[in-house]
């Protein structure tokens, strides 16, 4: 069964301090693709990067960047010079990459607040 | 591209009550997942759908639940008889890549 933990329930820093969130995943696939999602306190989910596993490059996007490592089987991610609309519930999800089965499983989320 | 749009957005309805939420897909999308969100269970997927047809709906609670795709860019999530316990934030969100949920229909039942 697959699972992903976020073990940091609530995060606080204060503003322009580099941040980063945990994600563990649990899989039994070769081939999967993880994901995370920010839900800002108007309530949306906004689709924030998608890995494919095969693929363990780091990818940066401005003050946003992702850690892949298959072998502790983590995908972390780091704020850098982090800001007051930063703050937020973070979600990890991990999903098979089977065709037509591409349900996501999440991880409980990560509340990140950012004191100015 | 308008996104994935739910409707309605906020829904308050007593117990006992038929309540009917609506997802409206991105155009050329092929598949469709229902997910509900609660402080105790967070995020868990209810239903999902490919090319219209039901793929997996292990996570639809109970038989009050039922969802439809009628047609390649709509589908219903029906609740009757509502309970309180339904009480969520339900999502529709779209393929491919699983970027594209909709903003999330607030039920409360009271």
């Known amino acids: 069964a697959q699972k992903v933990t976020q073990a940091q329930t609530e995060i606080s820093v204060v503003e322009k301090e580099d941040v980063t969130l945990d994600c563990v995943y649990e899989?039994?696939?070769?081939?999967?693709?993880l994901f995370w999602y920010k839900q800002p306190p108007s309530g949306e989910l906004v689709f924030l990067i998608r890995?494919?596993?095969?693929?363990?490059q780091n990818e940066i996007s401005g003050r946003y960047s992702w850690n892949f490592q298959k072998s502790t089987s983590s995908f972390n991610f780091t704020i850098t010079a982090s800001q007051v609309v930063d703050s937020a519930v973070y979600f990890c999800a991990l999903s098979e990459a089977r065709r037509g089965a591409q349900k996501l499983v999440f991880g409980q989320g990560t509340r990140l607040t950012i004191n100015p | 591209d308008a996104g994935v749009i739910q409707s309605p957005r906020h829904e308050v309805t007593e117990m006992g009550q038929e309540v009917t939420l609506r997802c409206k897909l991105i155009s050329g999308h092929n598949s469709l997942f229902w997910y509900r969100q609660t402080m105790m269970r967070g995020l868990e997927l209810l239903i999902y759908f490919n090319n219209n047809v039901p793929i997996d709906d292990s996570g639809m609670p109970e038989d009050r639940f039922s969802a439809k795709m009628p047609n390649a860019s709509f589908s219903t999530l029906k609740i009757q008889p509502s309970e309180p316990r339904d009480s969520a934030v339900y999502f529709c969100?779209?393929?491919?890549?699983?970027?594209?949920f909709g903003q999330g229909t607030r039920l409360t039942v009271v």
């Open positions: 890995r494919n596993s095969f693929d363990e």
């Open positions: 969100a779209s393929s491919p890549g699983l970027a594209f």
């Open positions: 899989t039994r696939d070769t081939t999967y693709y």
